[in-house]
């Protein structure tokens, strides 16, 4: 398997194990409230910084091409 993948799955199960120690520790009723939008939350954040590193690997791969192009125009 790949040290990737394998360091992702720690990571998933690392944090579903928090969430889930989370709920058994606060109080029924508000607990679930608080930690149901804690974790919304984390995952917009989480969502938008990905979506940022993608917007910057795009506009980089842009930019290499434009680049790219323009030396090759040269010649």
Known sequence: MNRKCTIGALVGGSTAGGW???D???PEP???YL???IM???NAAVGW??????????NGNEDSLEGEK???GSN
């Open 70 to 72: 323009l030396g090759a």
């Open 30 to 32: 508000i607990g679930d």
């Open 40 to 42: 919304a939350a984390v």
């Open 35 to 37: 930690l149901f939008g």
């Open 20 to 22: 889930l120690i989370m």
């Open 49 to 58: 910084q990905v979506v940022r590193m993608l917007e910057k690997k795009e």
């Open 24 to 26: 058994l520790i606060l």
